[in-house]
């Protein structure tokens, strides 16, 4: 399976700032040389010197995630934030075979549903869409956020085939078994397995992670151990966690422990706060391998979500 990120923020879009824009600017006109521009090949050199926060950016879209599988017409998605816009204008720009569309709902925050009324395919009538949640009334609560005086365009003028299914057990979707678990999150939140040919993916966003989760019982164990990659609301520091106890989110040191008490060989830090710029997004990344080098915590691959990250398992 091959996961692309479309968007990779909590909370609320968070465009990157003209300041932000100066502030890298100045910082990589600081560190240039004479030297550095004299060839096309040392001015490559040098922008791939630059740490990443300063060449590039880690996004601002809210979360979106999809699946794609092997000469299929099908993908799997979890969550319609806004980055399921940028997807819906790279299927069509790319004129992507794809045309059957699985979407998973985490839950209905507004930050996990706004980027659906944008989604260019869902118009296309030749398109199927089949939505999944383990909440009832899908239909209903997806179409309340295109009424007027809201959006101008409702529900049902989204052309596509679109079938609303109540997720009480597993499903099977694209050749993969897709399984459920309730995470703790004000109003509920889920988190979604997928496993295909015994590799394992975990979608766990807006995840405030409790004692609970760490318990080795029978339902905990089926779900996240040994997982091959685990994408887990890593919003807060431990300060700021500490101070939004309630608020629905985790801190990043919490979920490095989370990954090594359940085997997981590759996590991928998601969620993050809006008002965090790249480098101190960045900075928190270092500081998660820190944890795991100074808690001699062994087998676990570390990853920044960012826009267009691709990672195939």
Same mark, same amino acid.
């Given at each position: /399976?091959?996961?692309? *990120?479309?968007?990779?923020? @909590?909370?609320?879009?968070?465009?990157?700032?003209?300041?932000?824009?100066?502030?890298?600017?100045?910082?990589?006109?600081?560190? #240039?040389?004479?030297?550095?521009?004299?060839?096309?090949?040392?001015?490559?050199?040098?922008?791939?010197?630059?740490?990443? +926060?300063?060449?590039?950016?880690?996004?601002?879209?809210? =979360?979106?995630?999809?699946? !794609? *599988?092997?000469?299929?017409?099908?993908?799997?998605?979890?969550?319609?934030?806004? @980055?399921?816009?940028?997807?819906?204008? !790279?299927? #069509?720009?790319?004129?992507?075979?794809?045309?059957?569309?699985?979407?998973?709902? !985490?839950?209905?925050?507004?930050?996990?549903?706004?980027?659906?009324?944008?989604?260019?395919?869902?118009?296309?009538?030749?398109?199927?869409?089949?939505?999944?949640?383990?909440?009832?009334?899908?239909?209903?609560?997806?179409?309340?956020?295109?009424?007027?005086?809201?959006?101008?365009?409702?529900?049902?003028?989204?052309?596509?085939?679109?079938?609303?299914?109540?997720?009480?057990?597993?499903?099977?979707?694209?050749?993969?078994?897709?399984?459920?678990?309730?995470?703790?999150?004000?109003?509920?939140?889920?988190?979604?397995?997928?496993?295909?040919?015994?590799?394992?993916?975990?979608?766990?966003?807006?995840?405030?992670?409790?004692?609970?989760? *760490?318990?080795?019982?029978?339902?905990?164990? !089926?779900?996240?151990?040994?997982?091959?990659?685990?994408?887990?609301?890593?919003?807060?520091?431990?300060?700021?966690?500490?101070?939004?106890?309630?608020?629905?989110?985790?801190?990043?040191?919490?979920?490095?422990?989370?990954?090594?008490? +359940?085997?997981?060989?590759?996590?991928? /830090?998601?969620?993050?706060? =809006?008002?965090?710029?790249?480098?101190?997004?960045?900075?928190?990344?270092?500081?998660?391998?820190?944890?795991?080098?100074?808690?001699?915590?062994?087998?676990?691959?570390?990853?920044?979500?960012?826009?267009?990250?691709?990672?195939?398992?």
């Amino acid at each position: /399976m091959n996961i692309h *990120f479309w968007g990779v923020r @909590g909370s609320i879009p968070t465009p990157t700032t003209p300041s932000r824009i100066k502030s890298k600017i100045s910082a990589i006109i600081q560190q #240039i040389t004479p030297e550095d521009l004299e060839t096309p090949e040392n001015r490559e050199s040098f922008l791939a010197s630059l740490p990443p +926060w300063l060449f590039g950016t880690v996004g601002g879209n809210s =979360p979106c995630i999809s699946l !794609s *599988f092997d000469n299929s017409e099908e993908c799997i998605i979890f969550d319609c934030g806004s @980055g399921l816009r940028e997807m819906g204008m !790279s299927h #069509i720009i790319s004129k992507s075979k794809i045309n059957h569309y699985h979407i998973f709902l !985490s839950h209905f925050h507004w930050d996990h549903l706004q980027g659906l009324p944008f989604f260019g395919p869902g118009y296309n009538p030749a398109n199927k869409i089949d939505f999944y949640s383990p909440v009832g009334g899908l239909e209903q609560i997806l179409s309340g956020q295109m009424t007027a005086p809201y959006f101008p365009i409702t529900f049902e003028g989204m052309a596509s085939k679109k079938t609303f299914h109540y997720m009480e057990n597993e499903f099977d979707v694209c050749g993969c078994k897709i399984t459920k678990k309730k995470m703790n999150h004000p109003g509920g939140s889920y988190a979604y397995c997928v496993n295909q040919n015994g590799k394992r993916f975990i979608y766990s966003t807006d995840t405030e992670l409790t004692q609970n989760d *760490f318990i080795k019982n029978d339902e905990n164990t !089926s779900f996240f151990k040994d997982a091959d990659l685990l994408v887990i609301d890593c919003q807060y520091t431990l300060g700021e966690a500490i101070e939004k106890y309630n608020w629905g989110h985790s801190a990043f040191s919490l979920a490095v422990d989370f990954a090594a008490n +359940w085997n997981i060989k590759h996590m991928v /830090m998601f969620h993050h706060d =809006p008002t965090y710029d790249d480098h101190k997004l960045y900075g928190i990344l270092q500081s998660a391998r820190w944890y795991l080098e100074r808690m001699n915590i062994k087998g676990i691959e570390l990853t920044l979500a960012t826009e267009g990250l691709e990672i195939s398992i």
